[in-house]
């Protein structure tokens, strides 16, 4: 049941008031290191949907202020900051949400409560006591969940099991349809929003949070009104050590390059795009113009875009079903190849997270991409061609992501990785998570001209063909020349087609494009969390009596002396 004094579930009557909201839907999946379960679930108040709900597809990000600085106060237009490094990338593009520090336990009216910690894991779970009744008590750190839905942006507190969302941020003229945050922007404007319309917005998190409108505070507006490109944002990032450097990409085929430090209402006029199939980079006349640059992708849309975590590449998918690897300083494409069938629509590199010092290895040597043909392809950066696809899903699959927190069974951490975990989600409602064993795939010798491939395993560097030329766009390859790779899990995780995935220290986070999102806890981080959360309310408990016999004790103690 749900306490509805203050609107929370209790730690025992989370799983029923899961399963009476989604009839017919499990609440855990078995992996073989262990249950995956529900832990709670975040959405948003259903009698404040707008008309143009249904219109755009709910994105979800995940966002970790740190500590507050001293001098900190909460800024007016954006200027000049610098995007951290390692661990800032870590965080950013693979789904981090503490780095080293165990999440805090930040109730819904922001007040801090410490809970000792058993490591790595048990830090997410006990909920703050007091009922949410604003921000104004926000202490300027925690970890929250940011989604959209129709025309206004939630914002929901990661570390309490209350459903609805502390903050709602609504948009008058425009549905917002992608966010991004940065972590490591200081006291700067730190999360993007971008709209329907081809608006875009920087803010501050912090600031957003202190304050108890539903208008945004603080914003820098840029690409007012379609100024420089009226198509439909479509997909959005922070540029690692970027010094404030960020991408929008457009339906049009075009992304943008902005920097946070100028006028977003700097002049910017860039030259008639001659051949739409052609890449094209195109700068801005003068210094002072923003955005800084517009790179001409292909005629169709952009899905989505991703960042290596050095930021050395970035990758596109896009309507015409390639992906698409550059680089970026240098403004060249390296490679990419076609789709079995149809658009692309997202793609994830992957990392690997150091556990004891919670920094990104650098990894990105392979790629995800998803799309309409339900295939979840793997791409090597190595040898620049698709290695393996995953056969699993009933419809498109729409989010990737790897885990770069997972690591192999009885695996020191030591020596390089053979084994990539990572999940996928799809339309058909399935999330599925994949374990790809590099040292034991089967792999495609060669294959004669009219004849059938030879197969062998092994690393699949020594098997391929030579790599492909650098710059070369692969065709779509034969269905007879990838390997193939089943799914460890498959589970039904929502009643509605799903439209993101994240992969956390303590969790997987689901969401539907519907704007539902689900907290799945690893195994064994569950049970300490209902340990840890009897533990609190048994102190709490006590407190209140040791209260009031306590207080007389000490006075007697008192008189005593």
């Known amino acids: 049941m749900i306490n509805t004094t203050n609107g929370m579930m209790s730690p025992s009557s989370s799983t029923s ?11 855990y999946f078995k992996t073989p290191e262990g249950r995956y379960k529900l832990h709670y679930e975040k959405t948003h108040p259903a009698g404040l949907l707008h008309y143009g709900h249904g219109k755009t ?18 800024p007016a237009p954006p200027s000049t900051y610098s995007t951290g490094g390692v661990r800032s990338a870590a965080a950013r593009l693979l789904g981090s949400s503490n780095g080293s520090r165990a999440l805090s336990f930040v109730g819904g009216n922001g007040g801090s409560k410490s809970v000792s910690g058993n490591g790595r894991i048990g830090s997410i779970g006990v909920s703050s006591l007091s009922n949410s009744t604003g921000t104004s008590n926000f202490d300027g750190k925690g970890t929250y969940l940011i989604f959209n839905v129709g025309d206004a942006i939630f914002i929901c507190d990661l570390n309490t099991q209350d459903k609805d969302p502390i903050k709602s941020i609504h948009f008058s003229n425009s549905n917002p349809v992608c966010h991004a945050f940065d972590p490591d922007a200081k006291d700067g404007h730190d999360l993007l929003i971008g709209l329907n319309s081809g608006d875009v917005y920087s803010v501050s998190l912090r600031q957003q949070l202190l304050d108890l409108g539903k208008k945004l505070v603080g914003a ?5 009104d379609g100024c420089v490109n009226s198509s439909r944002c479509t997909s959005i990032a922070w540029v690692p050590d970027g010094d404030g450097a960020f991408i929008i ?14 006028d977003g209402a700097g002049d910017s006029s860039f030259p008639v795009i001659k051949d739409q199939t052609q890449f094209s980079v195109s700068h801005a006349r003068y210094s002072k113009s923003n955005p800084i640059a517009r790179w001409h992708i292909c005629p169709g849309s952009i899905n989505s875009v991703a960042f290596s975590t050095d930021g050395a590449y970035i990758a ?21 190849g076609k789709s079995y069938y149809g658009a692309l629509l997202c793609c994830a590199w992957s990392g690997i997270i150091d556990n004891e010092m919670m920094l990104n290895s650098m990894d990105g040597k392979y790629l995800l991409t998803g799309g309409e043909d339900d295939l979840v392809q793997v791409w090597s950066m190595e040898d620049r061609k ?31 990785n053979v084994v990539y975990r990572f999940g996928s989600v799809g339309q058909d409602t399935q999330l599925l998570l994949w374990d790809l064993e590099m040292d ?37 390859p034969s269905i007879r020349d990838v390997p193939k790779i089943s799914p460890l899990v498959a589970h039904r995780a929502h009643t509605d087609p799903l439209s993101g995935l994240i992969f956390t220290q303590e969790s997987v986070v689901t969401a539907c494009r519907e704007g539902h999102v689900k907290i799945w806890m690893r195994p064994g981080v569950a049970e300490i969390q209902s340990s840890n959360s009897e533990a609190l309310l048994s102190t709490s408990s006590k407190d209140k009596q040791s209260g009031r016999v306590g207080g007389n004790s000490y006075k007697q103690n008192n008189h005593q002396v």
């Open 386 to 416: 698709v290695v393996a696809w995953g056969e699993g899903h009933n419809s498109w699959v729409s989010g990737v992501a790897f885990d770069p927190f997972w690591s192999p069974p009885n695996s020191d951490g030591t020596g390089e």
């Open 440 to 476: 034991e795939i089967v792999v495609p010798l060669r294959r004669c001209p009219g004849g059938s491939p030879t197969f062998s395993t092994g690393s699949q560097s020594s098997h391929w063909d030579n790599a492909c030329p650098v710059g070369t766009l692969q065709p779509a």
């Open 220 to 224: 820098q507006h840029y690409n007012k």
């Open 249 to 262: 990409a457009h339906a049009d085929g075009n992304f943008y390059v902005y920097e946070k430090n100028k």
């Open 316 to 336: 596109t998918v896009g309507r015409d079903g390639y992906l698409r690897v550059f680089d970026f300083s240098r403004e060249q494409l390296v490679c990419g």
């Open 17 to 27: 008031a899961n399963n009476t909201q989604s009839p017919g839907l499990k609440t």
């Open 57 to 74: 597809v709910t994105q979800v990000t995940l966002a970790h202020l740190k500590d507050k600085p001293a001098s900190a106060s909460p």
